[in-house]
Structure formats: structure tokens, C-alpha cells
């Protein structure tokens, strides 16, 4: 059997199984205008953005340029953090909808669960010390159920065909749930080989929410963001270099083949024409044989032990972990935080 072209939403809609990430962390995003029209015309058709990568102007440009009728393109945006008033929420899809010059978003994220203090145009107020951290907004990181009510608007306004959630935990999700009245489409999570976050999977299984996997290659997050910043990536293990050369594949297009066969679309970032046809090209081939699936499947308990950290609680190496730039962990499923209403290098 072939690994899968498209998905389902909960609300019938499709969306492809690969996409282009457009997140450019130090690259800067002189590049991203010709790695969209590179990509659409290769046949990508999902493009994966947010408010706050700074870049939907260019992506859109790139849309309008490439000549791809716009209903062929499914396009991803967020919620940027200051946007999470009730109020602001519907102001910051029409930010998005400006800088991309569209009238609607196929699917659009709450970025994260938490929130920034937002000042003048919603910019993010950083910390008085000059330690360049943001300003947290205990209050609305506790609210993103209000946040979410006041995306389901934007359903029924037409402005978003689809919404979902982004860097979501199964604690934070059965909580948004029990007052949705919109399961959310999506929730799009750091996922790859190294961190497979099967529970979480499980989870959204049952609950119809499709997985969708940012850094599905293990990615390089901004550095105030990153953990383990000297730990190798999935594409460098030497299983994965090993499953690679057997099969005659890229050790990149092992770990997209192994998130599509798990039920998982991905959005690998890239901006050279040849390593985007090289993921694209993972679409629709053979599945994996079942003794490699499963070979990577367990990977990430092979890694555990050395990496230390919060490798054991995560069950994996999670290479997005902003904890330490916000002072709490949005990840934990023991408590719901923030708990606190200050940060520790608050005096």
C-alpha cells in the first residue's frame, strides 16, 4: 500500500500530507517569496504560515505570483500570542488575511496555549530588565478556552475554514474540549522520530483531532526556544542512516514516511528546489515494511538515557521547549500552567 496523498479534517475537508514549512528561525525571510513560488510550482499544496514568522506578505505575494487558482491552495496560519483577547482574535486573522491579500484562511491555529502582554499594534511587551523575555499575560494563558470560543467566530464568519490548535498538550486539550463547540480540526505539534508522542496521537485519535507535525526532520528552533542544542537531529541517528540506505531513500524522507504512515501530515521546512522535491516526493510512496516502521517507532527510547533533561517525562527529545523563556511549562500534564502570576526573575 501507498503511503497517503491527503487527509480528512473532522469536517470532511482535505488536506495534503505534505506542506511547506515557512518558519525561518535565524535564515532571516529574504528567502521565503521564491521557496513558496518554488514549491507551488513543484506541486506543493499546503503552505504552512503564521503572524508571527513575519513572512505572509511574501507568502502571499508568492500565491498571487506562481498562477495556482487559489481554491487549489491550503493555507495555514496563527494566532500570534498578543492576539488572545476575545476581542483581538478576529483582528488578528484580518492581519493575516491583509499581509496575505485572501479572503480566507483553510486552517487557522492558536499558535500556542499561552499569552503575551500585547502593547501598542499588538506587539509583544518584553520584560523591564532589558532580559528581553516577554511579558506574560497570566490571566489570558489561563483563558485560551475564551480564546477558542472567540475563534469558533471566525467558522461562522467565513474567514476560516477550518480551526485548530498548535503546541497543545493532552492535558490543555481535554480541557479546551470540555467547553468547545468546535473540536478543533488540528493540533500542530513538534513530532518526529525522536519525540513520536504516541499518547498524544492516541489521544487525538479518539477525539478526531488530525496531528500535524512542525520539525519533522527535529528542526532548529529559535535559540531562546531550543533544548538540547548540541544533540543530534533524527537525520543524523545511525538507524536512520542505516533504514536510509537500505530502501534507497534520504534519512529525510525515512522519518516524513514514517510520520504519514502513523496518520500524521507534515510541514518540513526547506528552501532549496531540490530538498523540497525530496520531501514532496515522499508522498504516495510504498509504506515502510512493518519491522522498519516499528524499528522507529521505539526510537526515541534508544536516545533517552543520554540526553537527560526532561528526555524521560517528554519520552523523547523535544527540541522546542520555551519553559525557560517564559518561566513555566506549557507542556506539563501534571498541572495546567502557568500556576503563578510571576516569572521567576520577577522582583
Known sequence: MALPTHY???NGVSVPAIGLGTFQSADGNSKVKDAVISALKMGYRMIDGANAYGNEKEIGEAIRESGIPREEIFVVSKLAQT??????VERGLDMSLHDL???YIDLYLMHFPHAYKAGENNKTIRHPSGNGKPV???????????????????????????????????????RLLQTAKIVPAVNQVE?????????LLDFSSRHGILLMAHQPLGGRPVGVVRAYPNH??????PTIRSIASKLDMTPSQIC???????????????????????????SGLPKLPEEIFQTLQNLASTVIGDAGGDAIKDKGIRFLNPSKHLGFDIFDEEEDQPVDDRAPWDT
Open 191 to 199: 513530532l518526529h522520530p525522536y519525540l513520536p508522542q504516541q499518547e
Open 101 to 103: 491579500q485572501l479572503d
Open 136 to 174: 506574560i499575560d497570566y490571566d489570558l494563558s489561563r483563558r485560551y478556552p475564551d480564546t477558542w470560543a472567540a475563534m469558533e467566530k471566525l467558522v461562522e464568519s467565513g474567514k476560516a475554514r477550518s480551526i485548530g490548535i498548535s503546541n497543545f498538550n493532552i492535558l490543555k486539550t481535554k
Open 83 to 88: 492576539w488572545h483577547g476575545p476581542d483581538d
Open 256 to 282: 516524513l514516511a514514517w510520520a504519514l504512515q502513523r496518520g500524521t501530515p507534515v510541514v518540513p521546512k526547506s528552501n532549496t528546489p531540490a530538498h523540497q522535491l525530496e520531501n514532496l516526493s515522499v
Open 8 to 10: 480528512t479534517l473532522n
Open 232 to 237: 543530534p537531529m533524527p537525520t543524523e541517528d
